[in-house]
Protein backbone atom coordinates (compact mmCIF):
# COMPACT_ATOMS: atom_id res chain seq x y z
CA UNK A 1 0.00 0.00 0.00
CA UNK A 2 1.31 3.22 -0.69
CA UNK A 3 1.25 5.80 2.46
CA UNK A 4 1.33 8.68 0.41
CA UNK A 5 -2.46 7.29 -0.97
CA UNK A 6 -3.54 6.70 2.54
CA UNK A 7 -3.53 10.19 3.76
CA UNK A 8 -7.09 12.19 3.00
CA UNK A 9 -6.50 15.13 0.21
CA UNK A 10 -6.01 17.72 2.58
CA UNK A 11 -3.52 16.28 4.53
CA UNK A 12 -1.32 15.60 1.32
CA UNK A 13 -1.68 18.99 0.67
CA UNK A 14 -0.69 20.44 3.96
CA UNK A 15 2.36 17.98 4.27
CA UNK A 16 3.33 19.11 0.52
CA UNK A 17 3.26 22.70 1.74
CA UNK A 18 5.40 22.53 4.55
CA UNK A 19 8.02 20.51 2.44
CA UNK A 20 8.19 23.10 0.39
CA UNK A 21 8.19 25.45 3.08
CA UNK A 22 10.84 24.07 4.89
CA UNK A 23 13.04 23.47 1.56
CA UNK A 24 12.75 27.32 0.88
CA UNK A 25 15.21 29.04 3.35
CA UNK A 26 17.20 26.24 4.97
CA UNK A 27 17.39 25.09 8.57
CA UNK A 28 20.64 25.84 8.92
CA UNK A 29 22.33 28.83 10.43
CA UNK A 30 25.50 28.90 7.85
CA UNK A 31 24.81 31.77 5.44
CA UNK A 32 28.10 32.11 4.42
CA UNK A 33 27.70 30.52 0.98
CA UNK A 34 23.51 32.12 0.72
CA UNK A 35 23.71 35.34 -1.01
CA UNK A 36 20.44 37.14 -0.29
CA UNK A 37 21.30 39.61 -2.44
CA UNK A 38 21.17 37.71 -5.68
CA UNK A 39 18.47 36.06 -7.51
CA UNK A 40 18.84 32.19 -6.40
CA UNK A 41 16.10 30.61 -8.46
CA UNK A 42 12.67 31.46 -6.19
CA UNK A 43 10.58 34.91 -5.56
CA UNK A 44 10.70 35.65 -1.99
CA UNK A 45 11.43 38.51 0.06
CA UNK A 46 14.12 37.29 2.88
CA UNK A 47 13.93 39.45 5.72
CA UNK A 48 15.57 38.80 9.43
CA UNK A 49 14.12 40.86 12.47
CA UNK A 50 16.47 41.94 15.31
CA UNK A 51 14.78 40.25 18.54
CA UNK A 52 15.19 43.41 20.31
CA UNK A 53 13.57 45.73 17.96
CA UNK A 54 17.16 47.44 16.87
CA UNK A 55 19.04 48.16 14.05
CA UNK A 56 20.41 44.87 11.99
CA UNK A 57 24.08 44.82 10.69
CA UNK A 58 24.60 42.46 9.01
CA UNK A 59 28.25 40.30 9.06
CA UNK A 60 29.60 38.85 5.46
CA UNK A 61 26.81 36.90 3.25
CA UNK A 62 24.33 36.91 6.31
CA UNK A 63 27.02 34.37 8.22
CA UNK A 64 26.19 35.93 11.55
CA UNK A 65 24.59 39.74 12.65
CA UNK A 66 25.01 42.00 15.16
CA UNK A 67 21.61 43.82 16.53
CA UNK A 68 22.02 47.24 17.81
CA UNK A 69 19.69 49.11 20.64
CA UNK A 70 19.60 52.49 21.55
CA UNK A 71 18.33 53.57 24.39
CA UNK A 72 17.89 57.33 24.72
CA UNK A 73 17.00 58.02 28.56
CA UNK A 74 20.38 56.50 29.41
CA UNK A 75 22.69 56.87 26.53
CA UNK A 76 23.42 53.42 25.90
CA UNK A 77 23.93 51.23 23.23
CA UNK A 78 23.56 47.60 23.26
CA UNK A 79 24.97 45.69 20.78
CA UNK A 80 24.03 41.84 20.09
CA UNK A 81 25.88 39.01 18.68
CA UNK A 82 23.79 36.38 16.49
CA UNK A 83 23.40 34.21 13.54
CA UNK A 84 22.62 34.32 10.23
CA UNK A 85 19.07 33.99 10.78
CA UNK A 86 18.88 36.61 13.99
CA UNK A 87 17.73 33.91 16.17
CA UNK A 88 20.22 32.36 17.98
CA UNK A 89 23.68 34.73 20.50
CA UNK A 90 26.67 33.80 19.54
CA UNK A 91 29.19 34.19 22.13
CA UNK A 92 32.70 35.71 21.50
CA UNK A 93 35.68 35.94 23.23
CA UNK A 94 36.21 39.62 22.36
CA UNK A 95 37.48 42.12 25.29
CA UNK A 96 35.86 45.05 23.50
CA UNK A 97 34.29 46.17 20.20
CA UNK A 98 35.88 49.18 18.58
CA UNK A 99 32.54 50.81 16.49
CA UNK A 100 34.02 54.20 14.69
CA UNK A 101 30.96 56.96 14.86
CA UNK A 102 30.13 59.87 12.57
CA UNK A 103 27.92 62.37 13.79
CA UNK A 104 27.56 65.38 12.09
CA UNK A 105 30.98 65.56 10.53
CA UNK A 106 32.50 64.40 13.64
CA UNK A 107 34.03 60.83 14.22
CA UNK A 108 34.92 58.98 17.47
CA UNK A 109 35.20 55.88 18.59
CA UNK A 110 32.85 54.14 20.70
CA UNK A 111 34.34 50.81 22.60
CA UNK A 112 31.59 48.61 23.42
CA UNK A 113 32.57 46.34 26.39
CA UNK A 114 31.33 42.29 26.68
CA UNK A 115 28.25 41.95 29.27
CA UNK A 116 28.11 39.04 32.05
CA UNK A 117 24.29 37.71 32.25
CA UNK A 118 24.15 35.40 35.22
CA UNK A 119 21.11 34.22 33.86
CA UNK A 120 22.89 32.42 30.72
CA UNK A 121 25.74 32.08 32.28
CA UNK A 122 27.60 34.70 29.70
CA UNK A 123 30.66 36.83 31.38
CA UNK A 124 33.27 38.65 29.21
CA UNK A 125 35.28 36.78 27.05
CA UNK A 126 32.55 34.56 26.27
CA UNK A 127 29.32 36.59 26.13
CA UNK A 128 26.57 37.90 23.10
CA UNK A 129 26.26 41.29 24.32
CA UNK A 130 28.13 44.43 24.58
CA UNK A 131 27.48 47.63 25.67
CA UNK A 132 28.81 51.42 25.77
CA UNK A 133 27.27 54.61 27.42
CA UNK A 134 27.63 57.76 25.75
CA UNK A 135 25.67 61.54 26.24
CA UNK A 136 25.60 61.58 22.64
CA UNK A 137 23.40 59.02 22.48
CA UNK A 138 21.11 60.94 24.64
CA UNK A 139 19.80 62.88 21.64
CA UNK A 140 21.14 61.39 18.45
CA UNK A 141 18.97 59.10 16.62
CA UNK A 142 21.03 59.38 13.41
CA UNK A 143 24.63 58.62 12.75
CA UNK A 144 26.72 56.41 10.58
CA UNK A 145 28.59 53.42 11.86
CA UNK A 146 31.83 51.59 11.24
CA UNK A 147 33.49 48.27 12.80
CA UNK A 148 36.98 48.07 11.75
CA UNK A 149 37.60 44.73 12.52
CA UNK A 150 35.62 41.88 14.25
CA UNK A 151 35.77 38.53 14.69
CA UNK A 152 33.05 35.67 15.01
CA UNK A 153 33.56 31.96 15.53
CA UNK A 154 36.77 32.25 13.72
CA UNK A 155 35.64 34.32 10.98
CA UNK A 156 36.79 38.05 10.78
CA UNK A 157 35.05 40.61 9.18
CA UNK A 158 36.60 44.18 8.14
CA UNK A 159 35.22 47.42 7.78
CA UNK A 160 31.34 46.74 8.47
CA UNK A 161 29.63 50.19 7.76
CA UNK A 162 25.86 51.11 8.34
CA UNK A 163 23.41 53.50 8.67
CA UNK A 164 21.39 53.80 12.15
CA UNK A 165 18.80 53.30 12.60
CA UNK A 166 18.59 52.08 9.12
CA UNK A 167 21.25 48.95 9.14
CA UNK A 168 22.83 47.48 5.75
CA UNK A 169 20.31 44.73 5.09
Known sequence: MNPARSFPSPFRVLAMGLA???????GTDDHAGHDHGNDHGHDHKHEHRPPHGGTA???????????LV?????GLLTCYVLDGHMESFVRIPATSLALETTVSNQTSTVALLPVANAATGEKPGDTSQFEAKADWLKTTT????????????GVS????TFRFPEGNE
Open 57 to 67: VVLGREAFHLE
Open 142 to 153: NFSGRFPSLTVR
Open 20 to 26: TLLAGCG
Open 157 to 160: FTNV
Open 70 to 74: RTAET
